[in-house]
């Protein structure tokens, strides 16, 4: 059964801080990974993706891949009240060995930025 | 910047009814999907469509689920028979290749069967 697990939190940080949202996945063949941003009644929104091991910068906003250890987190700098919403983590499917568009998320991380 | 749209908004249905939500993809993109998500769970993959054909299709996506594309810029979700289960967001999301490409999802329809 592939999964993707991710701690629900909330994760609380204050305005200003580095927020560090993690998510692990259990399918050592998954390529590509997704970090969405769902604030409350909305849709997905994609921040972030990242194939290659390492880290991926854009703006505020840090992806890093460890494919060994099968996790992937998601670092925000400066952290502001606006980035208060459900993080997903979310990781594309495979069937029979070869990658498919289907994705898979997980439950997603709350994260609350307090001012 | 381009944008995925669903209609309708908010959907309210009798139990047993048919229902057909719509979705425009971004233009230039290749890859059509349907998601849903129940209230306060995961987002749950339904179907990808490719080249006028479902690619793949998850174990809910039964004979009461169809996809189609009836023109040149619709996507379509039809449930024939609605059960209270579906009840949810529906999204719909599009992308320009494969896996590798990022998908992009529209604001979504809330489906209420009653």
């Known amino acids: 059964q592939k999964e993707v697990e991710q701690n629900s939190g909330p994760l609380s940080v204050p305005e200003g801080a580095i927020a560090s949202l993690n998510c692990t996945y259990s399918?050592?063949?998954?390529?590509?990974f997704f970090w969405y941003r769902q604030y409350s009644g909305k849709s997905p929104e994609l921040i972030m993706f990242?194939?290659?091991?390492g880290d991926k910068e854009d703006g505020r906003f840090t992806a890093q891949l460890n494919k060994a250890s099968q996790y992937v987190s998601l670092l925000i700098r400066d952290s502001q009240p606006s980035d208060s919403a459900t993080y997903l983590c979310?990781?594309?499917?495979?069937?029979?060995?070869?990658?498919?568009?289907?994705?898979?998320f997980g439950t997603g991380t709350l994260l609350a930025v307090q001012p | 910047e381009p944008e995925v749209t669903q209609t309708p908004s908010h959907q309210v249905t009798q139990m047993g009814q048919e229902v057909i939500l719509r979705c425009v993809p971004i233009?230039?993109?290749?890859?059509f999907y349907w998601y849903r998500q129940i209230l306060g769970q995961k987002v749950e993959f339904l179907v990808s469509?490719?080249?006028?054909?479902?690619?793949?299709k998850s174990e809910i996506f039964d004979d009461q689920f169809s996809v189609e594309r009836p023109d040149g810029s619709n996507f379509t979700l039809k449930i024939r028979s609605t059960k209270l289960e579906d009840s949810a967001m529906y999204f719909c999301?599009?992308?320009?290749?494969?896996?590798?490409?990022?998908?992009?999802f529209g604001d979504g329809t809330r489906l209420s069967i009653l």
């Open positions: 999301a599009s992308s320009y290749s494969n896996s590798n490409q990022p998908q992009h």
């Open positions: 399918d050592r063949g998954s390529q590509s």
């Open positions: 990242i194939y290659s091991n």
């Open positions: 979310a990781v594309n499917g495979l069937l029979r060995g070869g990658a498919t568009n289907k994705l898979i």
């Open positions: 233009s230039n993109h290749l890859y």
């Open positions: 469509f490719y080249n006028n054909e479902i690619s793949e």
